[in-house]
């Protein structure tokens, strides 16, 4: 019988995935490396390492206890430790360029269906290289059992030694506890992790401003990454704490907050994510429902999508805001009740600056202009045939294709596609560029978009062209034709957009303001520092090279 069941779902999955849009596969799909897998981390043990290697992904190791010298380290201690466990530490520290080596109460996890889950981590003491310690702000004050230390180590991405030390007293995922004693503090809830899609989509932009403003953010995320490939980008900052929704407890988090304002702004209308949101209600946080999409349309919401969920998030909003007037106008329909304020999209000005000059070292050699496009090349508004007329109209431009590469229909050979880049990266194909493309179809969805990338070239004085779509009607340099070709043709012909006074005018600063101003919730008395993005790619072990020592 369990066969038999086996072999309908087989075939029931087999029939229902070729009705469900790649988008959609590609905003939901779990990764073979998920959390922090995506730091290498070595397992420091005496005994068999055969568990270990069983339970944990290829970017772990099993690592026999080193002997040798002693390294100087910041060691901090949930509860006094010995001095041969004190000991141990610097000199795992020692053996390796490791940025911090913790000893914590942890047991290989169990394998749930072949695939792999993660240690619950209570730790006992951490060891961090000093120059590590200043960059993710050391210790937070009130961290007694060091789970916001955890965090920190673990979300910055470096090497990381990890000492069994007994097992865990809990039976779930550890979450910090770390006491939240900013004047404001704002929990951002979305779809994906923070360096998703490069780092550069709103939620995560939100993010870094609040967090720049000085407020404490909690950024939450239902899923984790859908790319095919890891840039290994982490967003630094002793403001931010990063979290998937099955780690966070709305409960249990308010007890941790001592903040007299609190804002919690919805990116994504999961279930999971309006339960949470809908909890933190009761704790003295205002709802801020971002609407960034019609998630109604399945290209975006798909199976997931729930229309009591999106109306109990309407209900319970004390504030919706809009990035697109056709999203106002879907948010009225909805809810009568509500005055959705329109809140476009903006520009990372301290990325997309006047600074960046140098034009990235892998653009194709050619005489003919540059054309760029930035952004997903899955989804389903996306107008292949638009982007092939443009590329035959000119033969010798060269048409530069960013994006996380999936499938797509043969393009001319001066069509290149050069893969995911970073959003720190944008600015140096954006300088070489002639032209700015954003190749959408016409219709209900993408009228509903308020494009980042436009934006982002005007920022960067690059003259845009685009379809007539209604968030772009009438931008500096935004040059607008039913037919790509025609619209390339005036971007070329026409004025760029003044890049100085689009970096004033379209700064996510302002944009954070009018959703605080909304809110009715305090900018907090002194700002903080500039979050700090850092690319650690982690290394992926053969099977051979995932034991050492023994």
């Known amino acids: 019988m369990g066969s038999f069941l086996a072999h309908a779902f087989m075939a029931f999955k087999r029939a ?15 990764p073979a490396r998920p959390g922090w897998a995506r730091t290498n981390v070595d397992i420091i043990v005496d005994g068999d390492p055969d568990s270990w290697l069983r339970a944990t992904p290829d970017t772990y190791r099993v690592v026999k206890t080193p002997a040798g010298p002693a390294a ?23 053996s390796h360029p490791y940025g911090a080596v913790i000893m914590a109460r942890t047991v290989p996890p169990r394998i749930n269906r072949g695939s792999f889950a993660f240690p619950t981590i209570e730790p006992v003491a951490i060891g961090v290289h000093p120059d590590f310690y200043a960059e993710i702000g050391g210790r937070a004050t009130g961290d007694h059992d060091l789970t916001g230390l955890l965090f920190r180590v673990l979300n ?41 899609v490069g780092g550069g989509f709103r939620g995560a932009q939100l993010a870094r401003q ?30 931010i704490e990063e979290l998937r929704t099955d780690s966070f407890e709305p409960h249990a988090f308010a007890r941790r907050v001592r903040s007299q304002d609190r804002l919690v702004i919805v990116e994504f209308p999961h279930a999971d994510i309006v339960k949470a949101a809908t909890g933190l209600k009761q704790h003295g946080y205002k709802l801020v429902y971002d609407v960034i999409d019609d998630w109604s349309d399945r290209s975006l919401g798909g199976m997931w999508w729930a229309q009591e969920h999106e109306d109990q998030l309407l209900l319970a909003a004390d504030v919706v805001t809009a ?26 000005t301290d990325v997309f600056c006047a600074d960046v000059n140098v034009a990235a070292d892998d653009i194709p050699e050619g005489d003919g202009p540059v054309f760029t496009y930035h952004g997903s090349l899955y989804g389903d508004w996306l107008d292949w045939e638009a982007v092939k007329s443009v590329a035959e109209a000119y033969p010798t431009a060269r048409l530069i294709m ?19 880049r ?7 194909y954006l300088t070489a560029a002639d032209a700015s493309l954003i190749p959408f179809k016409v219709n209900a969805t993408t009228h509903a978009v308020s494009p980042l990338k436009a934006f982002e070239a005007m920022a960067m004085g690059v003259p845009i062209a685009a379809p007539p779509l209604e968030s772009l009607v009438g931008l500096d340099g935004v040059h607008t034709d039913n037919d790509l070709v025609t619209a390339v043709e005036k971007a070329l012909a026409g004025r760029s957009p003044d890049a100085d006074q ?10 954070m303001m009018v959703m605080l101003e909304a809110a009715a919730v305090g900018v907090p008395a002194e700002a903080s520092s500039t979050p700090v993005t850092v690319r650690r790619v982690p290394t992926v072990y053969d099977p051979g090279d995932r034991s050492v020592g023994f």
């Open 72 to 94: 100087d380290c910041v060691l901090e201690e949930a509860h006094e430790i010995g001095s041969a466990d004190r000991n141990r530490i610097r000199v795992v520290m020692a």
């Open 16 to 30: 229902v995935r070729p009705l469900v849009p790649d988008s959609l596969v590609a905003r939901i799909r779990r």
């Open 502 to 511: 689009a970096r004033r005018d379209h700064d996510w600063s302002a944009r």
């Open 402 to 420: 960013i994006g996380d590469e999936r499938k797509h229909p043969p393009m001319p050979d001066n069509v290149y596609f050069l893969g995911l």
């Open 422 to 428: 970073a959003q720190s990266d944008l600015p140096s």
């Open 323 to 348: 990035s697109a007037a056709a999203l106002a106008d879907r948010v009225r329909t909805m809810a009568p009740h509500q005055t959705p304020v329109l809140v476009p999209n903006a520009v990372n």
């Open 156 to 196: 910055a991405g470096k090497p990381t030694a990890l000492i069994p030390h007994g097992p865990p007293t809990a039976t779930g995922p550890v979450a910090p506890t770390t006491p939240i004693t900013h004047s404001l503090s704002v929990v951002v809830m979305a779809g994906v992790p923070l360096h998703d």
């Open 210 to 239: 609040l967090a720049k403003s000085g407020a404490h953010v909690t950024y939450v995320h239902e899923y984790d990454s859908g790319e095919s490939v890891d840039l290994g980008i982490r967003v630094v900052h002793p403001n």
